[in-house]
């Protein structure tokens, strides 16, 4: 497996018509034509919003006779989602050691 | 607590320098030069960093007397990570109900 790229994951999980994408490819595989539904775009617009998402590896798609099949690509998904939850995790980790000791000092000073 | 704004919270990771200053923030709070330290840009250019992470609401910062102290959000952090999460499990328990339907299928046909 390749190194996450995730300027490229962030990136396309910043637009909201992509996030729309993404939100309904997480209910299962769409066409390009049911992913542009709830967006008030055209399809080559669609398409182009598609391959950003490719790009970051989050969808995955296949041409199916005359269908374009897009499918959610979890992995790359929890790849992004495990960068921020490391950091906030530690964040936290932080806060409760801070926690103990101002516990710790208030007991040292009745 | 007003809704949290997904465009400028992804944007804002979507940058490597950007996510070097929240990495740095995770381990505790930082001045802005502690935070220019691992980075190669001038101190405007990293004054601009933190001015796009705190409008994401990532990062939070206060001048305290000559220096400006800067510290991670973890709230904001968690926010960003539970919406990769609902569609990342989603997905994943729609694979698990296909994997079951698929085994019972089995099971009727010998």
Known sequence: ???PNLDL???ALADPSRRTMVDRLSRGPASV???AE??????PAVVQHLQVLEAAG???SEK????RSCTLDASTMSQA??????RRTQWERRLDRLGDFLEQTKDDQP
């Open 1 to 3: 497996m390749t190194a």
């Open 9 to 11: 994951m962030f990136q």
């Open 33 to 35: 034509s049911q992913l």
């Open 38 to 43: 709830p967006l008030d775009m055209s399809l």
């Open 58 to 60: 989050l969808v995955k």
């Open 64 to 67: 199916i006779g005359r269908v």
């Open 81 to 86: 989602e495990r960068w921020i939850n490391d």
